[in-house]
Every structure is written in C-alpha cells, then in structure tokens.
Nanobody
Framework: QVQLVESGGGLVQAGGSLRLSCAAS????????MGWFRQAPGKEREFVAA????????SYADSVKGRFTISRDNAKNTVYLQMNSLKPEDTAVYHC??????????????WGQGTQVTVSS
C-alpha cells in the first residue's frame, strides 16, 4: 500500500549539515503522519521527529531540538529531515516511518529501509 525509500545519508564532519529525504509511493500519502527514527550500533531505535498529515504539527526529540527540522511536500509524496550542527552522537541509521492515524508516529504502519548517517569528530 505504501513504500518508503530514504536517501541523503552520508559522512559529514561535526558541525556540518545533511538533508534526508523519504520518497513514498501510494495515493494516500497525504493522509499519513510521517516521522524519522534512528538506531545506532548496539542501541535501540529511538524517535527523532514527526510531522502530521497536514504538515501543521511537528514534534522532536529533545536531543535534536533546534538543530533538526522535519517537513513534507505532499505534492511530491516526500518528507524531509534537515539536520544542522551535527554531532558524533547523531551517527545512526535513520529510518522513515508512516502512521495512517495521521497525527503522529505512535503506531507505525510502514518503515523505510534506512539510510546511514555518520558524523566524524
């Protein structure tokens, strides 16, 4: 029904920036809340950011507030994560997620395959 494909990850030095993209298939994309999670080696997956179906409501983990910005373009079936002032502790595989309830990413219906972000000191 919905497939998610992330891109934009890579290697960056501390203090640098990256923009992740998540391209979604399916005609119902605009009704889903979208979000980003990340998982570092040896750690459990953690919430990063979410945006409602309309784009009007966003939420962020405390660790990324003021540095990361989530946005979406429903006409392009794409959600973005702009990451600024990157720190080594941001290193992880970043996964895109979709929730059909439309408000936040509490119950995940679909996951992307992930894109690697590595921040060097």
């Amino acid at each position: 029904q919905v497939q998610l494909v992330e891109s934009g990850g890579g290697l960056v030095q501390a203090g640098g920036s990256l923009r992740l993209s998540c391209a979604a298939s399916g005609r119902t994309f605009s009704t889903y809340a979208m979000g980003w999670f990340r998982q570092a080696p040896g750690k459990e997956r953690e919430f990063v950011a979410a945006v409602s179906w309309s784009g009007r409501v966003t939420s962020y983990a405390d660790s990324v507030k003021g540095r990361f910005t989530i946005s979406r373009d429903n006409a392009k079936n794409t959600v973005y994560l702009q990451m600024n002032s990157l720190k080594p502790e941001d290193t992880a595989v970043y996964h895109c997620a979709a929730d059909s309830r439309g408000v936040t990413v509490r119950t995940i219906d679909y996951w992307g395959q992930g894109t690697q972000v590595t921040v060097s000191s």
